[in-house]
């Protein structure tokens, strides 16, 4: 019996316009109605929530910054909080410049709500990327952006993809830190052991829930974990190679509101 459902959002309950289809909405009420608990899971902040959780009917929990820090959506209360320490993002960011002189850097801090950017990284920048206008984000020193924890400390390149990015972090075999991406142009840095997979374990330690009793959904190589992880993981049918291997079933593609067609039939097989 599926006792919560994790969502991602972004390439999974959203189509690719970024809406919450009908459908997909009634499909969440059903759940909600049926006494499951429904989450997003996200690599978002709270405040790029808000559109989303309107159109989708979440009032409860949330999980965000790829696992980092969950909350309740109609309280606004912090459940928790995992910080990158300032040694680890500090060695990995001067290291990698050397490499890479022309990667730029951004520290998530706050819950969320506090946004330190290097200078030149708003130049890089839209607002899609991290629901903030690029001219909201004040062109600091690399010292400022490393001085303080991260909930999530970001790492981009103007000339490489995230997949070759990542090549760049592996090479310098470093360790204190997880380091994913979400398809969006640039690397997430968390905690080590932080992940999607992580946090939605602390929200079920929280309810009682345990993970056999997790469905989980989701696209991106951040979603892998927690497929894996989850009693029944469903990857999407545009998902990358990692969510698609993590998973144990696949269902339609975002646009073809694959979560939505994968509850229907859930929810048509439970004992009415």
Known sequence: MIRLIATDLDGTLLRSDGTVSERTRTALNAARAAGIVVVPVTARQPRGLKTVAEAAGF??????????????????????EEHLPVPAQSTLAHQLTVARPEVRFASVRDGGSVFVAQTGYAELATFEDHKRHPHEMEACSLERVLAAPSLKFIVRSQ??????????????????????HSGAPFLEV?????????????????????????????DAPNDAELLHWAGRGVAMANAEPEALDAADEVTLNNDEDGVAAYLERYLAGLPS
């Open 59 to 80: 009032t409860d929990y949330a999980i965000c910054g790829n696992g980092a820090h969950a909350v309740h959506l109609g309280s606004g209360q912090t459940l928790f």
């Open 159 to 180: 000339l490489l993809s995230p997949r070759a990015l990542l090549g760049e972090v592996q090479r310098l075999e470093l360790d204190g830190f997880a380091v994913t």
């Open 190 to 218: 968390l905690a080590p052991h932080v992940s999607k997979a992580w946090g939605v374990e602390q929200l079920c330690g929280r309810l009682g829930i345990r993970a056999s009793e997790v469905l989980a959904f989701g």
